[in-house]
């Protein structure tokens, strides 16, 4: 059974970081992109940053959303089949539900109905 753990969510102020992570167990697939998703209370998920890996372990391509360059990194170790969503300089309208999620291939994407395995969501509040 594929299962994908968050953690790390929590209050800050503006201006603050956070550091997410996202454990991934029970695929056995190769090549797989991991997704970093968000969802503000009436909005739409959005994603927000991805990596994906060769069959080999090497990393293929990382993506973020615009919004979010130079705040966010995202990394990973392939060993612990572990994602994590490194966040500075907060702002208050990066208040959202985080969640994780897999898909096959090294593409990456910022589309939902790519991904087929999801986390649970962890919320990640920043204070003005």
């Known amino acids: 059974e594929v299962q994908l753990v968050e953690s790390g969510g929590g209050l800050v102020q503006a201006g603050g970081s956070l550091r997410l992570s996202c454990a991934a167990s029970?695929?056995?697939?190769?090549?797989?992109?991991i997704g970093w998703f968000r969802q503000a209370p009436g909005k739409e998920r959005e994603g927000v940053s991805c990596?994906?890996?060769?069959?080999?372990?090497?990393?293929?391509?990382?993506y973020y959303l615009d919004s979010v360059k130079g705040r966010f990194t995202i990394s990973s170790d392939n060993a612990k089949k572990t994602v994590y969503l490194q966040m500075n300089s907060l702002k208050s309208e990066d208040t959202a539900v985080y969640y994780c999620a897999l898909k096959r291939g090294v593409t990456h994407s910022d589309y939902v109905g790519e991904y087929d395995y999801w986390g649970q969501g962890t919320q990640v509040t920043v204070s003005s």
């Open positions: 990596i994906s890996r060769t069959m080999f372990g090497k990393i293929y391509s990382t």
């Open positions: 029970g695929f056995t697939f190769g090549d797989y992109a």
